[in-house]
Protein backbone atom coordinates (compact mmCIF):
# COMPACT_ATOMS: atom_id res chain seq x y z
CA UNK A 1 0.00 0.00 0.00
CA UNK A 2 3.36 1.86 -0.08
CA UNK A 3 3.83 5.22 2.84
CA UNK A 4 -0.12 6.02 4.30
CA UNK A 5 1.64 8.87 6.51
CA UNK A 6 4.04 11.85 5.01
CA UNK A 7 6.10 14.08 6.50
CA UNK A 8 4.16 16.30 7.38
CA UNK A 9 1.32 14.09 8.78
CA UNK A 10 4.01 12.93 11.13
CA UNK A 11 5.00 16.30 12.00
CA UNK A 12 1.89 16.81 14.07
CA UNK A 13 1.60 13.54 15.30
CA UNK A 14 4.75 14.41 17.18
CA UNK A 15 3.53 17.57 18.08
CA UNK A 16 0.64 15.85 19.98
CA UNK A 17 1.98 12.69 20.70
CA UNK A 18 -0.27 10.16 18.73
CA UNK A 19 2.16 8.72 16.74
CA UNK A 20 2.64 5.53 18.68
CA UNK A 21 -1.47 5.75 18.43
CA UNK A 22 -1.53 6.62 15.06
CA UNK A 23 0.29 3.85 13.78
CA UNK A 24 -1.60 1.55 16.15
CA UNK A 25 -4.37 2.11 14.34
CA UNK A 26 -2.85 2.00 11.15
CA UNK A 27 -1.60 -1.74 11.78
CA UNK A 28 -5.29 -3.09 12.48
CA UNK A 29 -7.89 -1.11 10.84
CA UNK A 30 -6.48 -0.33 7.04
CA UNK A 31 -6.40 -2.14 4.62
CA UNK A 32 -6.43 -2.89 0.70
CA UNK A 33 -9.45 -5.39 0.51
CA UNK A 34 -12.78 -5.49 1.16
CA UNK A 35 -14.40 -7.49 3.93
CA UNK A 36 -17.63 -8.95 3.22
CA UNK A 37 -19.15 -6.09 6.15
CA UNK A 38 -17.73 -3.37 4.39
CA UNK A 39 -19.37 -4.67 0.92
CA UNK A 40 -23.12 -4.79 2.69
CA UNK A 41 -22.01 -1.13 4.14
CA UNK A 42 -20.86 0.57 0.28
CA UNK A 43 -23.80 -1.94 -1.47
CA UNK A 44 -26.38 -0.45 1.14
CA UNK A 45 -25.83 3.36 0.23
CA UNK A 46 -27.55 5.80 -1.66
CA UNK A 47 -24.92 8.16 -1.61
CA UNK A 48 -21.18 8.87 -1.22
CA UNK A 49 -18.45 11.96 -1.27
CA UNK A 50 -15.90 11.99 -4.22
CA UNK A 51 -12.73 13.60 -3.69
CA UNK A 52 -10.64 13.95 -7.26
CA UNK A 53 -7.63 16.00 -8.04
CA UNK A 54 -7.01 17.79 -11.48
CA UNK A 55 -3.12 17.97 -13.02
CA UNK A 56 -2.57 20.69 -11.23
CA UNK A 57 -3.38 19.01 -7.86
CA UNK A 58 -6.19 21.42 -7.03
CA UNK A 59 -9.44 19.57 -5.55
CA UNK A 60 -12.91 19.04 -6.14
CA UNK A 61 -15.51 17.35 -4.27
CA UNK A 62 -18.55 15.89 -4.94
CA UNK A 63 -21.90 14.46 -3.36
CA UNK A 64 -22.91 11.18 -5.85
CA UNK A 65 -26.40 10.17 -5.18
CA UNK A 66 -28.76 7.56 -6.19
CA UNK A 67 -30.62 4.51 -5.51
CA UNK A 68 -29.15 2.18 -2.67
CA UNK A 69 -26.63 -0.40 -4.62
CA UNK A 70 -26.17 2.07 -7.56
CA UNK A 71 -22.44 1.23 -5.98
CA UNK A 72 -21.57 -2.37 -7.09
CA UNK A 73 -18.84 -4.34 -6.06
CA UNK A 74 -17.12 -6.41 -8.60
CA UNK A 75 -14.76 -7.99 -6.25
CA UNK A 76 -13.24 -7.45 -2.66
CA UNK A 77 -10.87 -4.96 -4.51
CA UNK A 78 -12.70 -3.08 -6.55
CA UNK A 79 -16.28 -1.91 -7.52
CA UNK A 80 -18.31 1.13 -9.68
CA UNK A 81 -20.48 3.52 -9.67
CA UNK A 82 -22.13 5.19 -12.31
CA UNK A 83 -22.06 9.26 -13.57
CA UNK A 84 -25.31 10.34 -13.78
CA UNK A 85 -26.90 13.21 -16.40
CA UNK A 86 -26.09 16.65 -13.99
CA UNK A 87 -24.32 20.18 -14.74
CA UNK A 88 -22.61 18.93 -17.92
CA UNK A 89 -19.12 19.99 -16.06
CA UNK A 90 -17.96 16.92 -15.61
CA UNK A 91 -15.50 18.41 -13.04
CA UNK A 92 -15.14 15.12 -11.37
CA UNK A 93 -15.28 13.00 -15.00
CA UNK A 94 -12.64 14.99 -16.39
CA UNK A 95 -10.36 14.88 -12.94
CA UNK A 96 -10.18 10.90 -13.11
CA UNK A 97 -9.14 11.48 -16.98
CA UNK A 98 -6.38 13.48 -15.92
CA UNK A 99 -5.61 12.31 -12.52
CA UNK A 100 -6.59 8.54 -11.56
CA UNK A 101 -5.93 9.38 -7.56
CA UNK A 102 -9.42 9.63 -5.73
CA UNK A 103 -10.66 9.81 -2.08
CA UNK A 104 -14.09 7.99 -1.09
CA UNK A 105 -16.21 8.70 1.74
CA UNK A 106 -19.20 6.76 2.79
CA UNK A 107 -21.56 7.76 5.89
CA UNK A 108 -24.64 6.09 7.50
CA UNK A 109 -26.16 8.89 8.74
CA UNK A 110 -29.18 6.99 11.04
CA UNK A 111 -26.80 4.33 12.40
CA UNK A 112 -23.78 6.50 12.42
CA UNK A 113 -20.95 4.99 10.77
CA UNK A 114 -18.01 6.08 7.92
CA UNK A 115 -15.90 4.26 5.41
CA UNK A 116 -12.80 5.69 4.00
CA UNK A 117 -11.26 4.91 1.12
CA UNK A 118 -8.21 5.78 -1.01
CA UNK A 119 -7.76 4.07 -4.73
CA UNK A 120 -7.38 5.07 -8.15
CA UNK A 121 -9.84 5.21 -10.44
CA UNK A 122 -10.94 4.69 -14.61
CA UNK A 123 -13.67 5.70 -16.58
CA UNK A 124 -15.53 3.46 -19.01
CA UNK A 125 -17.00 5.16 -21.95
CA UNK A 126 -17.81 1.62 -23.74
CA UNK A 127 -21.81 2.50 -24.59
CA UNK A 128 -22.76 -1.48 -24.59
CA UNK A 129 -21.05 -1.16 -20.64
CA UNK A 130 -22.37 1.56 -19.78
CA UNK A 131 -25.96 0.85 -21.16
CA UNK A 132 -26.09 -1.65 -18.47
CA UNK A 133 -26.78 0.88 -15.65
CA UNK A 134 -30.05 2.77 -15.88
CA UNK A 135 -29.81 6.66 -17.18
CA UNK A 136 -25.87 6.23 -16.54
CA UNK A 137 -24.15 8.36 -19.36
CA UNK A 138 -20.21 6.90 -17.96
CA UNK A 139 -19.03 4.39 -15.34
CA UNK A 140 -16.32 4.68 -13.11
CA UNK A 141 -14.07 2.07 -12.09
CA UNK A 142 -12.37 2.02 -8.95
CA UNK A 143 -9.17 -0.32 -7.59
CA UNK A 144 -8.70 0.31 -4.06
CA UNK A 145 -5.77 1.10 -2.48
CA UNK A 146 -6.38 1.89 1.07
CA UNK A 147 -9.95 1.72 3.08
CA UNK A 148 -10.59 1.49 6.67
CA UNK A 149 -13.73 2.47 8.97
CA UNK A 150 -13.05 5.15 11.12
CA UNK A 151 -14.20 6.87 14.50
CA UNK A 152 -18.19 7.53 14.45
CA UNK A 153 -18.00 9.91 17.49
CA UNK A 154 -18.57 12.90 15.00
CA UNK A 155 -21.03 12.38 12.91
CA UNK A 156 -24.13 13.78 13.60
CA UNK A 157 -27.53 11.38 13.66
CA UNK A 158 -29.74 12.66 11.15
CA UNK A 159 -33.81 11.05 10.56
CA UNK A 160 -33.84 9.81 6.81
CA UNK A 161 -37.14 11.70 5.28
CA UNK A 162 -37.30 10.46 1.49
CA UNK A 163 -35.54 9.79 -1.36
CA UNK A 164 -34.58 12.41 -3.91
CA UNK A 165 -37.67 12.43 -6.42
CA UNK A 166 -34.82 13.04 -9.06
CA UNK A 167 -32.52 9.97 -8.68
CA UNK A 168 -32.57 7.06 -11.63
CA UNK A 169 -34.96 4.11 -10.88
CA UNK A 170 -35.48 1.21 -13.06
CA UNK A 171 -38.56 1.68 -15.16
CA UNK A 172 -39.19 5.23 -15.25
CA UNK A 173 -37.57 8.34 -16.43
CA UNK A 174 -35.58 10.81 -14.21
CA UNK A 175 -37.67 14.21 -14.01
CA UNK A 176 -35.33 16.95 -15.94
CA UNK A 177 -33.39 19.07 -13.86
CA UNK A 178 -35.66 22.50 -13.27
CA UNK A 179 -32.78 24.56 -14.14
CA UNK A 180 -32.63 23.11 -17.87
CA UNK A 181 -36.11 24.44 -18.46
CA UNK A 182 -35.12 28.06 -18.07
CA UNK A 183 -34.94 30.19 -21.08
CA UNK A 184 -31.87 31.89 -19.90
CA UNK A 185 -30.28 27.81 -20.09
CA UNK A 186 -32.65 26.52 -23.21
CA UNK A 187 -29.74 27.94 -26.07
CA UNK A 188 -27.10 26.10 -24.52
CA UNK A 189 -28.75 22.64 -23.97
CA UNK A 190 -27.44 19.96 -25.41
CA UNK A 191 -29.47 18.15 -28.42
CA UNK A 192 -30.76 15.21 -26.07
CA UNK A 193 -32.30 17.90 -23.74
CA UNK A 194 -33.69 20.58 -26.24
CA UNK A 195 -35.48 17.17 -27.98
CA UNK A 196 -36.52 16.12 -24.46
CA UNK A 197 -38.10 19.31 -24.04
CA UNK A 198 -39.75 19.76 -27.20
CA UNK A 199 -41.47 16.49 -26.47
CA UNK A 200 -43.09 17.04 -23.43
CA UNK A 201 -44.21 20.42 -24.66
CA UNK A 202 -42.07 22.27 -21.83
Known amino acids: MGEFFNNQARYFQD ?3 TRAMAD ?4 FVVH ?3 TEDEIAFIESRDFFYLSTVDE ?3 PQ ?3 KGGSRGFVKVVDDGKFTFPIYDGNGMYLSAGNIKENANIGMLFIDHENPQK ?3 NGTAAIIEDPAIVSMH ?7 SVSIREIFMNCNRYIHEVERVNDSPNGPVDGRQSPMADWKQLD ?3 DVLPEKDIKRLDDEGS
Open 15 to 17: QFG
Open 134 to 140: HEAELLV
Open 61 to 63: CSY
Open 32 to 34: DKL
Open 56 to 58: NGF
Open 24 to 27: RIHK
Open 184 to 186: AMR
Open 115 to 117: LRL
